[in-house]
């Protein structure tokens, strides 16, 4: 079994429109994230939900909008894509102490054309 | 401020030759935690080590080795013996702990190329 799953892996889509990815973890876990990692591999928080709250969101522009319908599950919603949203997205989860590491899903390649 | 420095951005070694990949960082907690993640050409992540900043112990995993120094803020890995298997990109990372669940702070990683 898949401990955290995320859909679609490859996602091309043209400027201006509205995508999702989905995220689902079968760990237990109470902490989910997304990451992002642009073309030089640089990984970098985007949100942490804890328990189904948001509780980081490190300076996205508003056009993303993660969603947490439980704490198995974190969405994110991109409207009006641009083509420097083009990254490889990373979902994560992780126990609710700060020591454990982070399992992390395969990733969504999003490119903007 | 939280941040980890890996200096190295590639690596070429052949096979069978021992190779260590740098990590130093920094951070105003006392406790706290560093990790080591692996990307293989692949795509996806896979943890290899958690060490807390109580624990100074160097680990031994295999051919994999680490070495924690908080005199030097540094968490070095050691490949030993490497193979074709091992080329990927190697990412250090940091979490505060005290601030509840923090996530992981990465650096911009290390590419390592094994060569046959």
């Known amino acids: 079994d898949t401990a955290v799953s995320q859909t679609p892996k490859y996602l091309v889509t043209q400027m201006g429109n509205d995508k999702s990815i989905k995220c689902e973890q079968n760990l237990g876990h109470d902490t989910m994230y997304w990451y992002k990692q642009d073309s030089k591999k640089f990984l970098k928080i985007m949100f942490s939900y804890n328990n189904k709250e948001l509780i980081i969101n490190e300076t996205v522009p508003n056009r993303f909008s993660p969603k947490s319908p439980d704490k198995a599950h974190l969405n994110l919603h991109i409207n009006s894509l641009e083509l420097g949203d083009s990254a490889v997205y990373f979902c994560?989860?992780?126990?609710?102490?700060?020591?454990?590491?982070?399992?992390f899903g395969q990733g969504t390649r999003l490119t903007v054309v | 401020a939280q941040k980890v420095t890996q200096a190295q951005t590639e690596i070429s070694v052949v096979e069978k030759e021992d190779v260590t990949l740098d990590c130093v960082y920094e951070t105003r907690d006392t406790t706290y935690y560093l990790f080591w993640y692996k990307q293989p050409p692949s795509g996806e992540l896979v943890f290899l080590i958690r060490r807390n900043s109580f624990d100074e112990q160097n680990e031994i995993s295999g051919r994999y080795s680490w070495n924690f120094q908080k005199s030097t803020s540094s968490f070095n890995f050691t490949i030993t013996a490497s193979q074709v298997v091992d080329s990927a990109v190697y990412f250090c990372?940091?979490?505060?702990?005290?601030?509840?669940?923090?996530?992981?702070?990465f650096g911009k990683g290390t590419r390592l190329s094994v060569i046959a």
């Open positions: 994560a989860s992780s126990q609710n102490r700060g020591y454990t590491e982070a399992f």
């Open positions: 990372a940091l979490s505060e702990a005290q601030r509840g669940n923090t996530p992981l702070v």
